[in-house]
C-alpha cells in the first residue's frame, strides 16, 4: 500500500504541476522564455547520484526522514513532465485560444477548459511513466525511510534476500506482485501511451 499511495500521490501532483508550468512555457510571452525552458531542459543532464546527498540534507533540515512526504516532494519536479506538455501544448492551435479571449476567458480558464481537457493522451503517457518509475524506485526510498512502516515494495524485496537464509518464496512472490501492475497499466493504457508519444513530436 505504500508504494501504491506514493507512486499515486507523486503521478497526480506532478501532473498538475508540470502542466501549470509547461503551459506558459508554450502559450504565454514573457522575456527570458526560451532562457527559461532551456534551463528546465538542462536538469535533465544532472544524474540523481549526483543530487542526492544535497538532497538528502535538505529533506532531514526539513525533518521529512521517516515521513511520505521526505519520499513524495522530491519526487514531483521533473523536467521531463513539463517538457512533453510543453511541446503538446504548442501544437494546438491558437485559433481556440483566440477564440476563448475573445468570449472573455481568463488565461487559467482557457488552461483549465481548453488546454487540460485536449491533453489526455499526453497526460495519460506521463502518468504511466510517472507512476511506474515511483512504483520501481528504490535507492530513494531506502535513504530516507528507516521504518519499516514506511517501506516501499522494492525496499521490502531487497530485505528478503540475506547471505544466511534468502527467503525465495517470498522474493518470488513480491516480485510477481510488483510486476502485475505496471503489466495491466501498459495494456490497459497502450493505445494513449502511443497517442501520447506521437503528439508530443508536433513541434
Known amino acids: 500500500l505504500n508504494s501504491l499511495f506514493i507512486s499515486s500521490t507523486v503521478t497526480i501532483v506532478a501532473l498538475f504541476f508540470h502542466s501549470m ?18 534551463w528546465i ?7 540523481f547520484p549526483v543530487i542526492t546527498i544535497p538532497l538528502f540534507i535538505l529533506v532531514r533540515s526539513f525533518n521529512w526522514l521517516d515521513t511520505y512526504q521526505g519520499v513524495i516532494v522530491p519526487a514531483i519536479p521533473h523536467a521531463y ?16 485560444e483566440e477564440a476563448a479571449t475573445i468570449d472573455g476567458c481568463s488565461t487559467f480558464i482557457i488552461y483549465s477548459r481548453i488546454f487540460i481537457p485536449l491533453s489526455k493522451p499526453i497526460a495519460i503517457t506521463l502518468a504511466v511513466g510517472f507512476f511506474i518509475a515511483n512504483w ?8 530516507v525511510n528507516k521504518d519499516k512502516q514506511l517501506w516501499v515494495l522494492q525496499v521490502a ?9 534468502t527467503r525465495w518464496d ?5 516480485g510477481v506482485i510488483t510486476v502485475l501492475p ?7 493504457l497502450q493505445k494513449y501511451l502511443v497517442a501520447g508519444i506521437k503528439m508530443t513530436g508536433i513541434k
Open 157 to 165: 524485496i531487497a530485505n528478503f534476500v540475506s547471505r544466511g537464509d
Open 41 to 47: 531542459l538542462s536538469t535533465l543532464l544532472i544524474p
Open 136 to 143: 520501481n524506485n528504490y535507492l530513494w526510498p531506502l535513504i
Open 81 to 96: 513532465g513539463i517538457f512533453l506538455f510543453r511541446q503538446f501544448f504548442m501544437s494546438i492551435p491558437g485559433e481556440l
Open 170 to 174: 517470498a522474493v518470488l512472490s513480491s
Open 182 to 188: 505496471t503489466i495491466l497499466l501498459f495494456f490497459l
Open 21 to 38: 508550468a509547461a503551459y506558459p512555457l508554450a502559450r504565454l510571452k514573457f522575456r527570458g522564455k526560451k532562457y527559461v525552458s532551456l
